[in-house]
T-cell receptor, first 113, second 111 residues
Framework: NAGVTQTPKFRVLKTGQSMTLLCAQD?????MYWYRQDPGMGLRLIHY???????AKGEVPDGYNVSRLKKQNFLLGLESAAPSQTSVYFC????????????FGPGTRLTVL | GESVGLHLPTLSVQEGDNSIINCAYS??????FIWYKQESGKGPQFIID?????DKRQGQRVTVLLNKTVKHLSLQIAATQPGDSAVYFC??????????FGKGTMLLVSP
């Protein structure tokens, strides 16, 4: 099993450009999450999904959109990138929330110039 | 570029020593706690978890202690090895919600 995979691994954008980050999991998990990680800030939840076709806002949702059209995929979109969105983005998945472990992908390093 | 470890509290130990990493959590309703390890350039990895009905749980070389009275969690690593060098995060949840992560502690193990 590949676990949680993320594409791309690195990306550089100019301010105002758009892009989509793809997360895929092969563990048949119901829940999927997108986090951002900034130096000294820990992991902050952007959006999450409790099942195919559902999405919900996390702690820092502004400037991002997500979609979960298939159970195994969770997409994170930036419609108009800003330098404040320069960060490392992690996707995670879990079977549920109750007493469950989240499995993380390797991350995407995004730089917005 | 900047590392995730920049500005983090740092614990430096010698190989073979025992390490104790502490975490103060904020939500008194939290009933499930997890410790994650994050090596440079990688995603966080699960180490050990504990429910609020326990005050201690042991794994392989790791022990988590929970003190609900003072909302404190600790991770003890026995016989620390250079491969244990990483950033360690605690995370909490009331169980019906998403995880809230702490800011992390960097562990540096010197040979």
């Amino acid at each position: 099993n590949a676990g949680v995979t993320q594409t791309p691994k690195f990306r550089v954008l100019k301010t105002g450009q758009s892009m989509t980050l793809l997360c895929a999991q092969d563990m048949n998990h119901e829940y999927m999450y997108w986090y951002r990680q900034d130096p000294g800030m820990g992991l902050r939840l952007i959006h999450y999904s409790v099942g195919e076709g559902t999405t919900a806002k996390g702690e820092v949702p502004d400037g991002y959109n997500v979609s979960r059209l298939k159970k195994q995929n969770f997409l994170l979109g930036l419609e108009s990138a800003a330098p404040s969105q320069t960060s490392v983005y992690f996707c995670a998945s879990s079977y549920g929330t109750e007493g469950n472990e989240q499995f993380f992908g390797p991350g995407t390093r995004l730089t917005v110039l | 570029g900047e590392s995730v470890g920049l500005h983090l509290p740092t614990l430096s130990v010698q190989e073979g020593d025992n390490s104790i990493i502490n975490c103060a959590y904020s939500n008194s309703a939290s009933d499930y706690f997890i410790w994650y390890k994050q090596e440079s350039g990688k995603g966080p990895q699960f180490i050990i978890d504990i429910r609020s009905n326990m005050d201690k749980r042991q794994g392989q070389r790791v022990t988590v202690l929970l003190n609900k009275t003072v909302k404190h969690l600790s991770l003890q690593i026995a016989a620390t090895q250079p491969g244990d060098s990483a950033v360690y995060f605690c995370a909490e949840t009331p169980g019906y919600s998403t995880l809230t992560f702490g800011k992390g502690t960097m562990l540096l193990v010197s040979p």
